[in-house]
């Protein structure tokens, strides 16, 4: 794990005023692309050292996914909009050599502030530890085929259900609703023991699971490529696992919105669990021939 959090393909290289470039691995690819999260996190590095100010955090994001960004040399360009003394608001774009745009993504990072303090959000009422939960990387059971690992699932991110159902498994539909916990495979803490908050930003991008929750088993195979993705950074996180509460609250015209909240429980997932990340999406569907 680098100094600066994730690794793994997220760090940057300052090349000029505001100009930065990286190099994305093939292991935070899904299908067929990298996972946005992880995109969106390239973005946040050159942003904050634009910045350049270590007391102001990351607050809340947006991200449109403008065009594809695929794996290997991408080039970042990052805008201070306005710099304040305790809020300052920027702009970057993570796009591949040569293309003309990609993932656009404005920023907002803020000092800490004089505030009210509440969570009107509550967790899965389910809440077994992780060692009591089926894990995704187990696969389906013998005699099951179509459903072959992605790099993301099987070596960045490991994934335990709470509630819900793998997509193999027969069962009537109800509600666009499910629990997991996840854990990266090299957890990215920074030396003050707390989680880099771009691991978080990772975590998030994860809602078509909802959707699936919902639709059930089909013949149809779908993926839900991301339209935005909006995330509010709420808390530290001190735990390797986080638990992630993911609901779809609409699907209609080819179009899905979700959202996801993440909950640090603890150094051993047992403790009651503490809000520190909100994010919503819209995605849309797209079936393969």
């Known amino acids: 794990m680098t100094a600066n959090g994730l690794g793994l393909g997220t760090e940057v290289r300052r090349v000029g005023d505001g100009r930065y470039e990286a190099t994305i691995a093939d292991i935070w690819n899904l299908r067929p692309l990298p996972q946005g999260g992880a995109v969106t996190a390239l973005a946040l590095r050159a942003m904050a050292d634009q910045l350049g100010d270590p007391t102001q955090r990351i607050r809340t994001l947006h991200t449109t996914f403008v065009a594809q960004v695929a ?19 920027l702009r970057a774009e993570v796009r591949n050599p040569g293309a003309a745009r990609g993932h656009l993504t404005t920023a907002v990072f803020g000092a800490t502030r004089d505030g009210f303090e509440f969570s009107d959000l509550r967790p899965p009422a389910e809440r077994p530890h992780p060692d009591d939960c089926p894990r995704f990387r187990d696969g389906p059971p013998e005699g099951v085929e179509g ?31 499910r629990a997991t916990w996840y854990r990266f495979d090299d957890p990215p803490f920074l030396p003050d023991g707390t ?42 996180c001190r735990s390797p696992w986080v638990l992630g509460h993911n609901t779809a609250r609409h699907a209609g015209d080819g179009y899905a919105s979700a959202d996801m909240a993440l909950w640090d429980c603890g150094p051993a997932a047992d403790a009651e669990p503490t809000l520190v990340a909100y994010a919503t999406q819209l995605f849309l569907f797209s079936f393969a021939s």
């Open 147 to 177: 459903f072959d690992p992605m790099p993301f699932w099987d070596h960045v991110v490991e994934g335990r259900n709470v509630t819900g159902h793998p997509p193999w498994e027969d069962y009537v539909p109800d509600r666009a609703e």
């Open 71 to 89: 794996d290997g040399p991408v080039e970042i360009e990052a805008e201070l909009l306005r710099r304040g003394r305790s809020m300052s608001h």
């Open 195 to 236: 989680m880099d908050p771009l691991g978080l930003v990772v975590l998030a991008d994860v809602m078509p699971g909802a959707v699936g929750e919902k639709v059930g088993a089909t013949e149809r195979n779908w993926f839900a490529p991301s339209i935005d993705l909006t995330f509010h950074l709420l808390g530290e």
